[in-house]
Structures are given as structure tokens and as C-alpha cells.
């Protein structure tokens, strides 16, 4: 009895979760410019109008610009961060973690509101390069928790045998705790990457005369014959999500496999 | 080769390393033996430049280590864990420390060969690393490190996670390898037989202490105090009271035994208020059969347990006058009979089966 319960509800649960995304994917290939049920033909129209677009490929290089740049500084920030703390006991250390994770906690509204501010009252102007701090200031603490369980997982014997054979600390990093952690360095970009990628707080508020893929996105909605096309982009920006993801589980599997490790972390 | 002078370790609150003064020479093979926790990786540690100390000096060769890294120094470790790379295959791992000599590919080649061959691993270079048995893995580990004909290597519990078959295997390899390549080896244990087979000198620590340094057999024979004598076999522990010094030679009255003269040992100290116990191995003394006096001193006992164990048979028997069980070992032979529970019986030793043992505080 509560069995059957319990599946209702992972059914209903999981509709609830999925169902909207599907209706984008659906829409986008239908011939029609009005939104609604029954569907009224197929068609790859509103994907060909994406090609004519000007605005909305500079907004989509503006992404990937500010996605590739935000979760490259991210990891490598992450990275420092983590091998201090991993490794060494030093005062304050808890209260420094505490400090860079907040981000992950706090409203994007007001990372962008606190932001915006900073950045006026520097006499910055709103550009790509401020959505890129923003973007990092959200991606590090997802890339510390990614890297620490790599940091966390590796012996450190290995890297004292490293030094004990005669490497120096800088080639023992490069020879053996980099690799070794590569796994999760990549998992750390590709996660960075894809949170950059469609994040929209931070990015409206920063960005200015240069928008990204999501502001656009969010400004051609006032347009409503443009909204088919809105729904094809989301569903090429839907795949492309699923794709980062599944490629950094499939890197981080291939990786445990190589390595002859156990597989102790989840989905991460 | 290794000269260490007065080091003092402490983690945090924990005094983990107390005054540890030893010598060790050029071409031995060294032992720390003691309890878990006693501070002997703390202390190979310490060799090997992992941790730093409070007080005291390392020199190795001649040369303080002073603030010298780990990988400056002229030692090479051999991990408990092994630490053998995963991400690189046997060959790899092998050549690892070789990089900084530029050797060229072919010298590499040939030296990584030379190293596998002779730890038993000719054939294995290509092999991952992660594919390996324990028993490869530390071979591994031995060729990475001696490949760099370091002049100390340091070996932690090398031989610990092996099974019991291949772990003697390796002792008489390990004890061969160093005999040929005349490296200095310190080698952590914590296991007496292995420390006993294999060193030239032992040092025996208790709680980040260094109890008495001496050879295997000085060990056995002549341990300075109880804790020491309990750790190597087994030795029968009895009250004693010390009636006079003369000559290096301790008058002493031992429970169950009487009146023994105990040639004194170099680390015995009898005055500054020690506390001190008589110790007997029990292969020194003899259960005589009737009519037999090869010994210049026997004691009447009582026969309480019997246990035979073929070549042996050891019998718990108990002094007259005396509560305290003691252990006496046999070896069997066709003509000496087996004694039986309850059986009166006399017990032959000389002086020299007893040593004066200090009692710890
Ligand atoms: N990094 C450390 N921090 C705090 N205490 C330690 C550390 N390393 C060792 N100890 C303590 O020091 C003592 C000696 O440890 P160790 O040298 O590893 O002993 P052994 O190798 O003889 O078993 C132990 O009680 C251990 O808990
Ligand atoms: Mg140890």
C-alpha cells in the first residue's frame, strides 16, 4: 500500500521536475507561433531564424566568452583555495572556507544588487568582464566542494614519496597531484561552465550593453511572435547543459576505472 | 652515517619523540622496534626531513639536515602504504627520481631494467601500476627508491601488510639486498622475530623513547629492563632484592630461586633509587630427571601445567615458597621423560641464567 503511494509520488515528483522542460524541446519544432495545445505541424523554422540573428550570436559568444572565462578562474582559484586547506593547519582556516562557500548560500539578487554597486562606485564600466567577476565569485565555491573531495581522496603519501625521490614541491604538483586530481579539476570546469552558462541574476544586473545568452533570451520574451525561437534556443541551450554534464560523469567514471579507485563520491 | 643528538618532538600537547640520541653506522642494518604508537615513523620521519623537531640535530653523512627539504637529502623512503603511483606504469614509477639526472633514454632504460632485476621484477615495466599484488607494489616501491643509490634507506613497516609466507620471503631478500648493495637500511617494526632476524642493531622505543640500543642477540641475552625483556620472547619475571655490589658482580636474592650473583649490565645503574627484578628465560633453566646434577644451583618445585609441543615441552611449575608461575622450556629428546601435573621435581640454573631487569615507574 504505501509502496504504491510512494511510487505516485516519485511519478507525480518527477513530471513536476521534467514536464516543463519537455514543453520546450515540443514547442520548438512546432508550426505555429502561438503557444499552445493542439500542436500544429513540425518544422525546423524557428531553428533557421536563430542562424539570422546577429544580436543573439553575439550574445551567445558573449556566454560562452564569459562561461569558458568564469569557470577557468573559478577552478584555478578553487584549486589554491583547496590545497591550502586540504593540506595544511592554519589559524583561521575554518572561518576563511566559511567565507569563500558563502556564495553558494546567498540570494543572486543580492550578489548582483552588492555587485552593482561595487562596481559603480569603482567607476567600472558594466561589461562582460564584470559579469565574468560575478560569475566567479558563484562558480568558486562549487568548484572547492568539486576539488576538496579530489584533495580529500588522494594520499599524501604520494606526493611525499614525490618529494622524497628528489622533486621539488612546484614539479611534485605537476607530476603527481595534478594528475591525479584531473578528474575532478575537470568535473570543476565543465560544472562551472554550465552554472555560468545559464545563470540570469547576476548576468541582468552587470551586463550592460553586452548581454548574455539568458538576458537575451529573457528580452526577446516581451516579443511574442519571437517566442517559438526563444524555444528552440532553449532547447539547443537544454542539450548542451545535459551534454557538459554527462560528459564530466563519464570523464570522472573513466577516471576512478583508470586509476583502479574505489567509487566513493556521488554523482559529482 | 646517521647521527642522532638529543631530539624532542612534540604534537601540539604530545611529547612525541623524547631525547632520542643514536648512532647509526655506515652500511648496517637498523632497526626502530616498538609498540604501535611508540614514535618510530615520527622518528623515521624526522630522518627522511617529513617533520620537523622541537630540539636536537640530525646529521647525515656529516652534514646537519637542518633545515635541509626532503628531497635534498641523501635519503630514500620506502612508504608503509608503499605510495607507488597510480597513474603511471611499473617502468614509470621506477624512473620517477631519475628525471633531475637526465639521463638520456636509453641509460633510463637500461638502469630502470637493472633495478626491476633485482627486485625479482625483471618483465614487470610495462605493467600498470594499479594492477599490482601487495607484494609487487613494495617491490616497486624498493627498486624506485634504490634506483637513486641513495646512502640511507628508510624502510616503514615494509613488510607489515604482507601475508606470513611471503613476509619471510621478503625478510631474507631485504636482509640479501642490503648485505650486497652495503646501503645503510633503517627499518621500522614493530614486530621482535623480524627485528631480530634481520638487523645488525636494534633500537627498541616505548612512548617516543629509545628503551636500550644494542644487537639482536645483547637484546635476548642482556636486556636492561623489564618492559625490553617482556617485548623479546618470553622471560619469567621474579621479585628480587639486591644485597650488595662487589666487582661488577650483583649479589641478589630472587624469589623462588635464592641467593644469585648477577654479572652487572652496562645500562644497570644500582644506585639512584631504581627498582629492580630478577628475569629468567625459560630455555635457561632445566627440569632435572632424578639422579641428574649438571647444575650448579637447583630448587625444589611443584609441576602445575604441562604442555607438549613436540620439539618442546613447557612446563608452568611453581618454587617452594614462592606463588609466582614461572615457565620452564625442554627441549625433547629419547631420553628424557615427561613430567606430569603435581609432580615434585627439581629445577637446575646457574648464575648466569638470571639478569637483573629495572623495574619501569
Ligand atoms: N601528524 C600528527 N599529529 C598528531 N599526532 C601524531 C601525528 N603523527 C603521529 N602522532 C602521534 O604520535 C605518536 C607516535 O606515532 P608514530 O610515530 O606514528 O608511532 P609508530 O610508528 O611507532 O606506531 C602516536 O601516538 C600518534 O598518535
Ligand atoms: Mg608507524
Redesign the interface.
Known sequence: MSKRILTTFMIVFTLFLYAPTLLLPIFAFNDSSIIAFPLSGFTFEWFYSLTEADELRGAALNSLIIAAASSVLATCLALLATSATVRYKFPGKGLMIGVIMVPMFLPEIIIGVSLLTVVLLAGLKLSIYTIIMGHTLICTPFAIAILRSSFQQLDPSLEEASLDLGETRFDTFRRITLPLIMPGVTSSLLIAFTISLDEFVIAFFLSGTEPTLPVYIWSQLRFPQRIPSVMALGTLLLLLSIGLLTLSEVLRRRSVRRLGQHDTSGAW | MIELSNIEKHYGSYHALRDVTCHIKEGEFFSLLGPSGSGKTTLLRTI?G?EGIDSGSVVIGGQSMAGV????RP???V???Y?I???MSVAQNVA??L??QRLGKTRTTEMVTEALGKVGLAGYGER?A??LSGGQRQRVALA??LI?KPKVLLLDEPLSALDRKLREEMQSELRHLQRSLGITFVLVTHDQEEALTMSDRVAVMFEGEIAQLDTPQALYKRPASKRVAEFFGAMNILKAEILGLKGGIVTTRIEGLGVAEIPLGPEADTHGGNKYCAGVRPELMTVLDDGESAYPKENPAIVTDVEYRGELTYYDVKFDGSDTPVVVSMRNTTNREIKEVGQKVRIGWENASAVLLLEQT
Open positions: 627522511a617529513f627539504p626532503p628531497n635534498k635519503t630514500n623512503m612508504f608503509q602504504s605510495a603511483f597510480p597513474h620517477y627520481g628525471r633531475a600498470a594499479h594492477a624506485r627508491a637513486l
